[in-house]
């Protein structure tokens, strides 16, 4: 009866294995109307993108305008905005052995000089951690 029961029990898992890894056919090609009904589309989305950026902007200036207003009421000075810096584009730095330039993030100057190990100056010792010279090493550390 366990006999039976197993080879029923891997039939069926063949049989779902095989069901599982079966491929389905492609789509057909779109004919003229799917293609003017995608397009249609296209530009409905577009047009959606183009009135929820409008309504952001409004929102903003509203809010702009109210908190504006609410600051003048209070008799408080009114802020003026920051100016948002775009991102600069990544500068070429020279690297550490006259090889190829290398970018930085961010386009800044590296804020250290770099060895010819390409380790920056003071990196592997920042100021206060400076390891033990001569007889100030613990006790137990020689072995």
Do not use: R, W, Y
Not at 30 to 59: C, H, I, R
Not at 122 to 134: E, R
């Amino acid at each position: 009866m366990t006999k039976i029961a197993s080879l029923g029990l891997a039939a069926c898992f063949a049989l779902c294995a095989s069901l599982a890894f079966a491929k389905i056919p492609p789509p057909p090609p779109p004919d003229e109307k799917a293609k003017a009904a995608a397009e249609e589309k296209k530009a409905k989305d577009a047009a959606a993108a183009e009135k929820a950026k409008a309504d952001q902007a409004a929102a903003e200036d509203k809010a702009v305008k109210n908190f504006q207003g609410n600051m003048k009421k209070a008799g408080k000075p009114i802020p003026k905005p920051t100016p948002v810096a775009a991102a600069t584009p990544p500068q070429l730095v020279p690297g550490p052995a006259g090889g190829k330039a290398t970018p930085t993030p961010g386009g800044a100057a590296p804020k250290a000089a770099v060895s010819a190990k390409g380790h920056e100056q003071g990196a592997m010792t920042p100021s206060g951690n400076t390891p033990p010279k001569g007889n100030d090493t613990p006790k137990d550390a020689k072995k």
